[in-house]
Each structure stands twice: as C-alpha cells, then as structure tokens.
C-alpha cells in the first residue's frame, strides 16, 4: 500500500527556515515524479515544486530561489527546505506522487501545517 | 503563465447532475484530472486524463474535454459528493490547478 507521511511543519517567524520531509512507503521516490502541493487556509490547491526522477527540479514563481525541493533515496524521503520564509507561505503542504500515465497527483499526503507568523 | 479557471461554486439538488467547468487555453489539447476535497481532508483524484475513472471511484463520475473546456459532471449527485473540485493539468514542466468549485448538495 502506498503511503505518504509528511512531517516538519509548525510556527515559524517571517524570514526563518524549515525543511519539510515526507517519508514514502510502497514505492520508490525515486522512481516516480514527486510533487510539494500547498493549500493556505480556506483557500484552494497550489503545486509549489516538483522533482523528475533524474533529479531535476521546477517551482512555482512565487518560491523560487527560496525553497528547494530534494530527495534521499537511501530513506525513500522527499524534503523541501524553505528559506526566507514569508507570512504568505503559510499553508498545509502536501507531498504528492505523480502517476506515470498521466501528469496527475496519484497519492497524496495528510498534510503538515506550517504558520509563518511573528 | 497558463491558467485554469472554474466557478466558485455549484448547487444542486440530491439526485439531479452537477456540472463543474474548468476552462483554458486549448485546455482540450491537454490531459485534465479532477481532485475531489473534503473539509479536513487530502484531495482525491476522481477523473484522470480528462474522462478516466479510477478505481474504487463511483460510475455517476464522469470527465469530458473539449475545446477550451473540461466538465466533471457527476450524475445523480448525492450528499457524499459535497466537496470542492478541482482541474487540474500539466504544462511546461508545471501542475496548474483551477481555483476549485465548492459544490453543494441541497
């Protein structure tokens, strides 16, 4: 059974770092597209960041060069370091597998919360 | 940057067929899947490449795709189907998702 467990969310000032990790079980990360996906409270889905199974990675506009999206093969584990964070980034953010068929979201997450706030 | 656009929200009344649009720029061209969100909950794919259904997904959920627009239509909508929707699709290396529909069931 495919499994995704994000963890690492929280309170956090403007301007301060955290690193996200979601840890996979019945595939391997490695060997699928994987996704980051937030959802700012009471409002709709937005893909943050993707990593290709060769390692290259995309963002959103709004996050680059601020987050960057990374894998560890050896924990099967995705992770996306967020940097200078913003009020603005506050969200649930979801991990997400790509399906292979199709360019969808396959499996998904619970979700952890992070709150930019001071 | 491409965008998807859909209507806020949609009312219908239990039994009857809701339509949810999602509508783009030669959206039709491309692969649409619909998520399916409940409050407190991980989205759901319901439709994948524009009008497939997976598994363990009801038969009343169907997905078309033509033109500038996609329509998730679920026929003989019930009280279980009250969530948001969202399109989704892919494009230059980006997932592009609508600004959901709340669909209510009343």
């Known amino acids: 059974e495919v499994q995704l467990v994000e963890t690492g969310g929280g309170l956090i000032q403007p301007g301060g770092s955290l690193r996200l990790s979601c840890s996979a079980s019945?595939?391997?990360?490695?060997?699928?597209?994987m996704s980051w996906v937030r959802q700012a409270p009471g409002k709709g889905l937005e893909w943050v960041s993707v990593?290709?199974?060769?390692?290259?990675?995309y963002y959103t506009d709004s996050v680059k060069g601020r987050f960057t999206i990374s894998r560890d093969d050896s924990k099967n584990t995705l992770y996306l370091q967020m940097d200078s964070l913003r009020v603005e980034d506050t969200a649930t953010y979801y991990c997400?597998?790509?399906?292979?068929?199709?360019?969808?979201?396959?499996?998904w997450g619970q979700g952890t919360l992070v709150t930019v706030s001071s | 940057s491409y965008e998807l656009t859909q209507a806020p929200s949609v009312s219908v009344s239990p039994g009857q067929t809701a339509i949810i649009t999602c509508s783009g720029d030669k959206l039709g061209d491309k692969h649409v899947c619909w998520y399916q969100q409940k409050p407190g909950q991980s989205p759901v794919v319901v439709i994948y490449?524009?009008?497939k259904r997976p598994s363990g997904i009801p038969e009343r959920f169907s997905g078309s795709n033509f033109g500038n627009t996609a329509t998730l239509t679920i026929s003989g909508s019930q009280a279980v189907d009250e969530a948001d929707y969202y399109c989704?699709?892919?494009?230059?290396?980006?997932?592009?998702f609508g600004g959901g529909t709340r669909l209510a069931v009343l």
């Open positions: 990593l290709y199974t060769g390692r290259t990675t």
């Open positions: 490449a524009s009008n």
């Open positions: 989704q699709a892919w494009d230059k290396n980006a997932y592009i």
């Open positions: 997400a597998r790509s399906n292979d068929y199709s360019n969808f979201f396959d499996s």
């Open positions: 019945g595939f391997i990360v490695g060997s699928k597209y």
